[in-house]
């Protein structure tokens, strides 16, 4: 039977009850049937939150893991941790927050496709947004997206590498996220040498103006994919 449930605890209710389908259907139409009639929601109501089907349920379970990431870090003291370990900290709590790896390894496949590839590319950078926002990141700066797409590829990499990662309690992929925040700090540390230098901070100076005038940065729908393309590149 139907039930008359607001929209938000109807949104909810689609998405828990997709995500035992998800393993063998995949994010598609037929989770979503099977969602709507295990979860009693109208389908009118159902279909009016997620009108693309199973790429809306997707996006609305990554979305819901940052979330989920945000408030664990709120309850978490990150005081006494260096903050390279307080990013490989947020990275792992999302990962472990992660119920089934099939769920995001489905994710994965969905968004590699050509037509949902940017919007997988936003997701990721949403989440890196959600993790320095949550570290206490105030830079309104060309900071404010180096330090995004920096994240984004460590952590689009280190999902890659934990979907594959059978070793005790994903310590390998542990190790390598260590490895990928010591490859950025490395980065980073050049670039603080180049600032300190004379002729670094003559060029640097134009481009860190124009970016200060910027008080709210905003992101344009095709930037974090571009941003990633670059960073691969090198």
Do not use: C
């Amino acid at each position: 039977m139907e039930s008359q449930q607001p929209p938000e605890n109807a949104r909810e209710a689609v998405l828990n009850a997709a995500l035992s389908h998800v393993p063998f259907d995949g994010w598609s139409e037929t989770t979503l049937r099977a969602a709507i009639a295990d979860s009693g929601v109208a389908e009118g109501l159902a279909r009016a939150l997620y009108p693309r089907g199973g790429v809306d349920l997707a996006v609305a379970y990554h979305k819901d893991g940052d979330r989920r990431m945000v408030e664990t870090l709120g309850m978490t003291d990150l005081s006494q941790m260096r903050f390279r370990d307080r990013i490989a900290f947020a990275v792992r709590t999302r990962l472990d927050l992660v119920e089934d790896r099939e769920l995001v390894r489905r994710g994965t496949t969905l968004f590699a496709l050509p037509q949902y590839a940017a919007e997988g590319a936003k997701l990721i950078w949403g989440t890196s947004d959600a993790i320095w926002t949550a570290l206490g990141d105030t830079t309104r700066d060309l900071n404010w997206y180096s330090k995004r797409a920096t994240l984004s590829a460590v952590y689009g990499s280190t999902v890659l590498y934990w979907l594959g990662d059978d070793s005790l309690g994903h310590q390998a992929t542990w190790d390598f996220l260590d490895r990928r925040i010591a490859d950025v700090m490395q980065i980073e540390t050049l670039k603080a040498k180049i600032k300190d230098n004379p002729l670094g901070k003559a060029l640097l100076a134009g481009p860190a103006k124009v970016m200060e005038k910027w008080r709210v940065p905003t992101v344009p729908d095709d930037l974090p994919g571009k941003m990633m393309d670059r960073f691969r590149q090198g």
